[in-house]
């Protein structure tokens, strides 16, 4: 397993020019060093990056105008905004949240790429409580109005497990934002939430508390990664929960479940964007054979595969999918020769 030590990654801090605008921030911070709109959970993390990404969440303004509804939404911004270069947007799994890229995050940093890590509507730490619908029209409509307010060019889209289909119908549908598709152990070829879709709401909140349930995410995080301790697999099940202690999340997520969910089958043909498909060797979770499905069906993609990694690779192994992004993001838009 990757091993990363704070000493090894420094904070990228590029001189200003005029292609590098630099961010304030608004928010306030409790004297823990946290952001105050935060579950108070997070103090009794360990993962001391999970805590430094964690200080640098911030909530900014999103308008929704299929509703009218403004959401204060999450995400991790970086230092500078870089106009040379296409940034890169992170996404996350289901039911996770920006925390999941606490180890990849500072050494794309450090590397010099503009990264955002960003929180789906209806997970992560955004406020919901003046809550949205939270089906696929609205998150995509979300990741859109953030995408208009805040990046305003084509980006580097980086989606793992479900967050890779939350990226391929965000790239079918909004094709003129997203110059690159990076999708990591993709979840693409289920029907959407299956039976859950057509449970009555008292079973679909019953099965919805299931998942953030100790047990369950313990489990998860058995079968996700591979030779991890019971102690870092306990702390990294809480900094995977932490976003479900918010009251909303419960009805987030059920409504999300009711919608019927992500179906992208369809539009995998209709991507025209580079891709790069990033797969754990010893993915329990989602068999590296549907990603060399997927490499298939991919009119210009190319697939890598990564030895002695579970279903996870951006948090079990973040130097080598660090790398890979970093490479990937640096080659001009020529076709790929397929491998």
């Known amino acids: 397993m990757s091993t990363l030590t704070p000493g090894n990654l420094s904070p990228f801090s ?6 590098h605008v630099k961010f304030r921030r608004n928010y306030k911070v409790c004297s823990n060093g946290f952001p105050s709109f935060l579950p108070k959970e997070v103090e009794n993390i360990k993962d001391s990056f999970a805590r430094n990404l964690a200080q640098r969440i911030e909530r900014l303004p999103v308008q929704l105008t299929s509703s009218g509804t403004s959401v204060m939404s999450s995400c991790v911004r970086p230092m500078m905004q870089r106009k040379e ?24 940093e450090e590397a010099g790429l503009e990264s955002w890590a960003f929180d789906v509507l209806g997970w992560g730490f955004s406020d919901l409580e003046r809550l949205p619908q939270c089906d696929v029209a609205s ?24 967050g890779a289909a939350v990226a391929i119908d965000f790239a079918v549908n909004h094709p003129e934002t997203v110059s690159k598709l990076i999708l990591i152990d993709a979840s693409v070829y289920t029907e959407g939430t299956g039976d859950m879709a057509k449970l009555p709401r008292l079973f679909a909140y019953a099965g919805v508390a299931l998942l953030k349930s100790v047990p369950l995410r313990l489990y998860v995080n058995r079968i996700a990664f591979n030779d991890v301790s019971f102690s ?36 995998i043909k209709q991507v025209k964007q580079q891709t790069l498909i990033i797969w754990g060797e010893d993915d329990q979770i989602i068999s590296y054979k549907l990603g060399l499905e997927l490499h298939g069906e991919l009119e210009d993609a190319k697939f890598r595969q ?3 990694c579970g279903h996870i690779p951006h948090v079990e192994k973040p130097s080598l999918v660090a790398d890979l992004i970093i490479k990937f993001a640096q080659q001009k838009c020529s076709k790929l020769s397929r491998v």
């Not at 590029?14 to 292609?19: A, G």
């Not at 925390?99 to 794309?108: D, M, S």
């Open 14 to 19: 590029p001189k200003s020019s005029p292609n």
């Open 85 to 108: 270069a296409d940034p890169i947007f992170l996404l996350h799994g289901f039911d996770s949240s920006c925390l999941e890229w606490r180890y990849t995050y500072p050494l794309l």
């Open 139 to 162: 998150k995509r409509e979300h990741l859109y109005q953030f995408w208009k307010s805040y990046i305003k060019r084509p980006m580097i889209l980086v989606g793992p497990s479900l």
């Open 232 to 267: 870092t697999s306990l702390d990294w099940m809480n900094i995977g929960r932490l976003h479900c202690l918010f009251p909303w999340w419960e009805d987030a997520t059920v409504a999300f479940m009711r919608s019927g969910g992500y179906i992208v089958v369809p539009l």
């Open 306 to 308: 990564i030895p002695d």
